[in-house]
């Protein structure tokens, strides 16, 4: 069974502050991974994306993707209120051309 | 159309009845996957779809449960003899081709309740 672990959290951070997010991976031959936030009774939407090990940024948002040690993570710089939601990691280890989903991380920025 | 588009956006049923669940994906996507997500819970894989076709049905957790999609657009999921372990959202996502390495569009969901 393909897995994507991440910690349910809740992560308090104060705003401005670096919020940190992580997330891994037990199926090796995954190629691509995704980060979604979603809001309390809302639907999934994608903000990040990576394929290659490094980093990937956009505006407030980078993205790690270390394939070596199956580990995943997002960073959000200068964190607002508005952040605050859930995060899920998602990889390609699902069925056929699935995502597999992780239960998602419960981030709160703290005014 | 501009977005993934589900409905009905709620549903209430009993126990024992038969639903529905629509989903309109964004044109000229030819993926669409449905999840449900218990309260609480991660996204759970139900069923794939590349234009009409399913590739894997494997997430679909009972034989009460089936889709379809016609015209390489709409689908519905249809859950027989609805058990209240049934309650969830449903959730109906799309991308422009099949391939993990293209992430999905959401649809706002549709929340099903047995009572």
């Known amino acids: 069974q393909k897995e994507v672990e991440q910690n349910s959290g809740p992560l308090s951070v104060p705003e401005g502050a670096i919020a940190s997010l992580n997330c891994t991976y037990s199926d090796r031959g995954s190629q691509s991974f995704f980060w979604y936030r979603q809001y309390s009774g809302k639907s999934p939407e994608l903000i990040m994306s990576?394929?290659?090990?490094g980093d990937k940024e956009d505006g407030r948002f980078t993205a790690q993707l270390n394939k070596a040690s199956q580990y995943v993570s997002l960073l959000i710089r200068d964190s607002q209120p508005s952040d605050s939601a859930t995060y899920l990691c998602a990889d390609t280890g699902g069925g056929a051309d699935g995502l597999t989903f992780g239960k998602g991380t419960h981030l709160i920025i703290q005014p | 159309g501009a977005g993934v588009s589900q409905s009905p956006s709620n549903k209430v049923t009993e126990k024992g009845k038969d639903v529905e669940l629509r989903c309109d994906p964004i044109s000229g996507h030819t993926a669409l996957y449905w999840y449900r997500q218990s309260l609480g819970q991660g996204l759970e894989f139900l069923i794939y779809?590349?234009?009409?076709?399913?590739?894997?049905k494997s997430g679909l957790p009972s034989d009460r449960f089936s889709a379809e999609r016609t015209g390489g657009s709409v689908s519905t999921l249809t859950i027989q003899r609805t058990q209240q372990e049934d309650s969830a959202v449903y959730l109906c996502?799309?991308?422009?081709?099949?391939?993990?390495?293209?992430?999905?569009?959401f649809g706002s969901g549709t929340r099903l309740t047995v009572v």
């Open positions: 996502a799309s991308s422009w081709r099949g391939g993990s390495n293209y992430g999905y569009t």
């Open positions: 990576i394929y290659s090990n």
């Open positions: 779809f590349q234009g009409n076709s399913a590739p894997d």
